[in-house]
C-alpha cells in the first residue's frame, strides 16, 4: 500500500493503484516483498525516494530502476499519473531486457515495438490486449495504422464481425477499414489510426478544457447518430474508444470512434459494455434487453464528462443505481460555463432521466438539442439598447477602465476565456495580461483569440494612460526585501519564481534545471511546439536531451527548494 493510504484513510485516486502496481512490480522482479513492516517501508521510500530495485537485483536496467522508483515515489506529485503511463514505461522495460531480431518477421501476438511482422509492418507499440484480440500502432509505407490481432483462432469470428460492420460505415468520426488477412491462421484487421491519443487519455491530461472545440463536443453524438440511422450499434460507448487528433491547422480537434468488437452482441446480454458508461436500467426493460436508449445514455454520459471532466453522481453514489428506485443523476451546475449552465443542466437531466420515457426519443432529436446549447456561443452576450447593432466602438466611448468586460457584448466564447481561464473582470484589468498569454491559452480558437486581440487594441487606442499604466506595471521597481505582487506584474512573476528557485546565473546541473522550467512553462521555443497545452516531462527530456528520470529530479528538487524560499 501507498503510505498515503496508510497514514491518510481518506486518500483515493489512480496514485494508489500505481504505487501498488510499482511495488508488485519489485516483489516479482527480485523475488522479495518491498519490507515486512511499514517502519521498513518508510525507511525504505525516504532513503532511495522510492523502492529501489537495483539493491537487491544484480544488473538491474536503468529503465526498469525508474519504473519501480517513479511508480512508488513517497511524494504523489512525481509518481507516475496513471496505470497507462505505468505500462507505457514498462513496455519500456521489456524491449531493454530483449533486443528485437533484426532478421525475418516475428508472429504478430510475439511482437514489440522495433520488430517487423509479415505484411511490411513495423511494429510502433502495443497498443494494449483485450478479451479477444492484440492492438499494434504499426508502420508501413511511412503512414501508421492500427493492427488489430485475434489471440487464438476460437476468436477470428469476433474480429471477423467487426470487420463486417466496420465495411458498412463510413463517417468522418468513425475509423475506417483499410484491410483484412490473416497471418499464422489468425485473422487480422487493419484500420485507420484514431488520433494521437485517445479522449479519456485527453480529459486526464488536461481536463475538461478539451470540450470547447465545436468539433470535439459534437463528435460523439455525430457519430452515434449515423450509427443510429444505418441501424447499427456500438454497444461501448467511452472516452476510450474514441481517439483524439488535430483537425488541420489550429485548436480545433478531430473524434473518432473505434472498437466495435461489441458491435454485434445479442441485445439479451445486458452486461455487455463498460460501466458508468453501460445503462444501469437495463434490468428494468420489459423484457430485459439492450436498445438504442442505452447507446444513448453512454453518449450522453461521454458528453457530460466532456464538459465537467468528472461523471454524474447516482443517488448516494456507492449503491448500485440499477437496484435503486429513487436512485437519480446528480447534475452538478457548477461545473458547466456560466452562460451556458441553464440549457446543459435541462439537457443532462433529459438525456440521463432514470425514466427511458423523459429521454430524447432518437439520437437526432438529442443531436439537435445538443448544438441548440451552443446557438449563441459566437453571438454578442448582449446589444445595444433599441435593437441597434452591436457596436464596440460606441460601448466604449461611454465606458471607463473600471467597466465590466461583460458589459461589452462580447461573445459566449471569448467572455468564457476570459473569465475562466484569465479571471479578467475590468477593462483594466485586461491590459494587465500579455497577449501572448492569451495566444497560447489552451482550448482557445483562433477566432477567440483575434476577438481578445481586437479589443485590446481598442482599449489602448481608448484609454492611452491604461497603457502606460500597464507598460510601467510590467517591470516594477520594488524597493530592497519587498516583494513584487504578482497582481501588479504579471508578466514578471515567473521571472521572479524562477530566479527565486535556481538563482540569477545558472551553471552546470542548474542550467539545465533553469532550461526545463522555461521549458515547461512555455517560455522557450518549446512552446511554439506543443501548442496545445503545457509540455510534459517526456517532451521536455527529449527537448533538453536529457533523460526522463532526470526531469523527474529537477521537478523534485525545484520543489524542495520552493519550500524554503521566503518569497
Given at each position: 500500500m501507498a503510505p498515503e493510504a496508510l497514514t491518510d484513510k481518506t486518500a483515493s485516486?489512480?496514485?494508489?493503484?500505481?504505487?501498488?502496481?510499482?511495488?508488485?512490480?519489485?516483489?516479482?522482479?527480485?523475488g522479495k516483498p518491498p519490507a515486512a513492516t511499514f517502519f521498513e517501508l518508510s525507511q525504505k521510500l525516504k532513503e532511495g525516494n522510492g523502492l529501489q530495485i537495483s539493491s537487491v537485483l544484480d544488473g538491474a536496467g536503468k529503465e526498469?530502476?525508474?519504473?519501480?522508483?517513479?511508480?512508488?515515489?513517497?511524494?504523489?506529485?512525481?509518481?507516475?499519473?496513471?496505470?497507462?503511463?505505468?505500462?507505457?514505461?514498462?513496455?519500456?522495460?521489456?524491449?531493454?531486457?530483449?533486443?528485437?531480431?533484426?532478421?525475418?518477421?516475428?508472429?504478430p501476438l510475439e511482437a514489440k515495438a522495433k520488430d517487423r511482422i509479415e505484411g511490411g509492418f513495423l511494429v510502433k507499440s502495443r497498443l494494449g490486449k483485450g478479451a479477444c484480440s492484440l492492438a499494434l500502432l504499426v508502420e508501413r509505407g511511412g503512414a501508421e495504422y492500427v493492427l488489430k490481432v485475434a489471440l487464438d483462432s476460437e476468436h477470428n469470428t469476433r474480429l471477423r464481425d467487426e470487420a463486417g460492420v466496420l465495411t458498412k460505415l463510413h463517417h468522418q468520426n468513425i475509423v475506417d477499414l483499410v484491410q483484412t488477412f490473416q497471418i499464422d491462421g489468425l485473422f487480422c484487421l487493419l484500420t485507420q489510426k484514431a488520433g494521437d491519443t485517445t479522449l479519456a487519455e485527453r480529459l486526464r491530461q488536461e481536463g475538461s478544457s478539451t470540450w470547447t472545440c465545436s468539433s470535439v463536443r459534437r463528435g460523439?453524438?455525430?457519430?452515434?447518430?449515423?450509427?443510429?440511422?444505418?441501424?447499427?450499434?456500438?454497444?461501448?460507448?467511452k472516452p476510450d474508444n474514441i481517439g483524439v487528433r488535430p483537425l488541420g491547422r489550429g485548436d480545433k480537434l478531430h473524434l473518432a470512434l473505434f472498437d466495435f468488437s461489441l458491435s454485434r452482441t445479442p441485445a439479451e446480454q445486458i452486461r455487455a459494455g463498460t460501466p458508468p458508461y453501460l445503462d444501469p436500467f437495463l434490468g428494468q426493460r420489459?423484457?430485459?434487453?439492450?436498445?438504442?436508449?442505452?447507446?444513448?445514455?453512454?453518449?450522453?454520459?461521454?458528453?457530460?464528462?466532456?464538459?465537467?471532466?468528472?461523471?454524474?453522481?447516482?443517488?448516494?453514489?456507492?449503491?448500485?443505481?440499477?437496484?435503486?428506485?429513487?436512485?437519480?443523476?446528480?447534475?452538478?451546475?457548477?461545473?458547466?460555463?456560466?452562460?451556458?449552465?441553464?440549457?446543459?443542466?435541462?439537457?443532462?437531466?433529459?438525456a440521463l432521466s432514470r425514466d427511458i420515457g423523459n429521454r430524447f426519443d432518437n439520437c437526432d432529436e438529442m443531436l439537435r438539442a445538443w448544438r441548440k446549447i451552443f446557438e449563441s456561443i459566437d453571438q454578442p452576450s448582449r446589444g445595444t439598447d433599441h435593437g441597434q447593432e452591436y457596436d464596440l466602438d460606441s460601448l466604449l466611448a461611454n465606458a471607463t477602465p473600471d467597466t465590466q468586460i461583460a458589459e461589452l457584448g462580447l461573445s459566449t466564447r471569448a467572455m468564457n476565456v476570459l473569465d475562466r481561464l484569465l479571471n479578467i473582470i475590468a477593462l483594466r484589468d485586461l491590459l494587465r495580461v500579455p497577449l501572448n498569454r492569451i495566444y497560447k491559452a489552451r482550448g482557445v480558437?483562433?477566432?477567440?483569440?483575434?476577438?481578445?486581440?481586437?479589443?485590446?487594441?481598442?482599449?489602448?487606442?481608448?484609454?492611452?494612460?491604461?497603457?502606460?499604466?500597464?507598460?510601467?506595471?510590467?517591470?516594477?521597481?520594488a524597493e530592497a526585501g519587498e516583494p513584487v505582487e504578482e497582481a501588479e506584474a504579471p508578466a514578471q512573476s515567473i521571472d521572479q519564481i524562477v530566479r527565486n528557485a535556481l538563482g540569477s546565473q545558472p551553471r552546470g546541473k542548474v542550467q539545465t534545471a533553469w532550461h526545463a522550467v522555461n521549458a515547461f512553462l512555455g517560455l522557450d521555443d518549446l512552446a511554439t511546439q506543443a501548442p496545445m497545452g503545457w509540455p510534459s516531462q517526456v517532451e521536455v527530456a527529449e527537448h533538453l536531451a536529457v533523460t526522463r528520470a532526470r526531469v523527474a529530479q529537477i521537478l523534485v528538487t525545484l520543489r524542495h527548494r520552493w519550500r524554503k524560499s521566503r518569497r
Open positions: 485516486g489512480e496514485y494508489l493503484d500505481v504505487f501498488s502496481l510499482g511495488a508488485i512490480a519489485y516483489h516479482l522482479f527480485s526498469l530502476q525508474f519504473l519501480i522508483q517513479y511508480s512508488t515515489y513517497p511524494e504523489v506529485t512525481s509518481r507516475l499519473d496513471s496505470s497507462s503511463e505505468f505500462l507505457a514505461y514498462l513496455e519500456k522495460v521489456e524491449e531493454e531486457l530483449t533486443k528485437p531480431d533484426d532478421e525475418g518477421t516475428k508472429p460523439p453524438a455525430r457519430a452515434v447518430n449515423y450509427l443510429e440511422q444505418e441501424g447499427i450499434p456500438h454497444r461501448d460507448i420489459t423484457p430485459p434487453r439492450w436498445d438504442l436508449h442505452a447507446e444513448r445514455f453512454a453518449v450522453a454520459m461521454t458528453l457530460y464528462e466532456m464538459a465537467t471532466g468528472a461523471l454524474p453522481v447516482w443517488g448516494d453514489g456507492k449503491s448500485d443505481p440499477g437496484h435503486c428506485s429513487t436512485a437519480r443523476a446528480t447534475i452538478e451546475s457548477e461545473l458547466f460555463e456560466p452562460n451556458l449552465r441553464e440549457a446543459m443542466t435541462a439537457f443532462f437531466r433529459k480558437g483562433n477566432k477567440t483569440r483575434r476577438e481578445i486581440g481586437g479589443l485590446v487594441r481598442k482599449i489602448r487606442q481608448r484609454f492611452p494612460e491604461l497603457q502606460e499604466q500597464a507598460v510601467e506595471g510590467a517591470e516594477p521597481q
